[in-house]
T-cell receptor, first 109, second 113 residues
Framework: GQSLEQPSEVTAVEGAIVQINCTYQ??????LSWYQQHDGGAPTFLSY????GLEETGRFSSFLSRSDSYGYLLLQELQMKDSASYFC??????????FGQGTELSVKP | EAQVTQNPRYLITVTGKKLTVTCSQN?????MSWYRQDPGLGLRQIYY???????DKGDVPEGYKVSRKEKRNFPLILESPSPNQTSLYFC????????????FGQGTRLTVV
């Protein structure tokens, strides 16, 4: 079967760094993406990793290890507005985009 | 403005009354898909389409139908809605390619009573 595992919730304080992990098992793998969703809103794209290593976009970084079927999203200098749900997603064969169950991040003052 | 448009945003209906949720994108994307989102279950794919006249089942297709007669439109049809189809539905589109970003519509909150 196909599955993506990520923690259900994470709590951190403003200004801190938080890491959200994702492990995956899919038939075919064409990259790991991360999406952010504020309460009830549309998910929005954050980052993509097709090859092993770290991708950095401002305060957000994403890492992939294909040999470990593992990736993470790193959020630095946390702000209150970063409180949201974060989803990892794998592009598998046939163009399917499969999502994890999401991690709810709460940023406290 | 590049966007994915879903209608309606909110819908309350009764069991068994056929309904259609429309989805349209203006970015000439090949890929389109439908997801449902339920608390604690993330985004589960219902159906997806790689191009016109090509559709495939996702992980939870039972009780749903789709069609892709035109590139820009991908309607979701519930022939006989049931209360377990009460959910938040998202349509998404993306261009061909692995590294591409998926663009989501604003969602349709459906309640079946």
């Amino acid at each position: 079967g196909q599955s993506l595992e990520q923690p259900s919730e994470v709590t951190a304080v403003e200004g801190a760094i938080v890491q959200i992990n994702c492990t995956y098992q899919t038939s075919g793998f064409y990259g790991l993406s991360w999406y952010q969703q504020h309460d009830g809103g549309a998910p929005t794209f954050l980052s993509y990793n097709g090859l092993d290593g770290l991708e950095e976009t401002g305060r957000f970084s994403s890492f992939l290890s294909r040999s470990d079927s593992y990736g993470y999203l790193l959020l630095q200098e946390l702000q209150m507005k970063d409180s949201a749900s974060y989803f990892c997603a794998v592009r598998s064969q046939g163009g399917k985009l499969i999502f994890g169950q999401g991690t709810e991040l709460s940023v406290k003052p | 403005e590049a966007q994915v448009t879903q209608n309606p945003r909110y819908l309350i209906t009764v069991t068994g009354k056929k309904l259609t949720v429309t989805c349209s994108q203006n970015m000439n994307h090949e890929y389109m898909s439908w997801y449902r989102q339920d608390p604690g279950l993330g985004l589960r794919q219902i159906y997806y389409s790689m191009n016109v006249e090509v559709t495939d089942k996702g992980d939870v297709p039972e009780g749903y139908k789709v069609s892709r007669k035109e590139k820009r439109n991908f309607p979701l049809i519930l022939e006989s809605p049931s209360p377990n189809q009460t959910s938040l539905y998202f349509c998404a589109s993306s261009p061909r390619g692995a590294a591409t970003e998926a663009f989501f519509g604003q969602g349709t909150r459906l309640t079946v009573v």
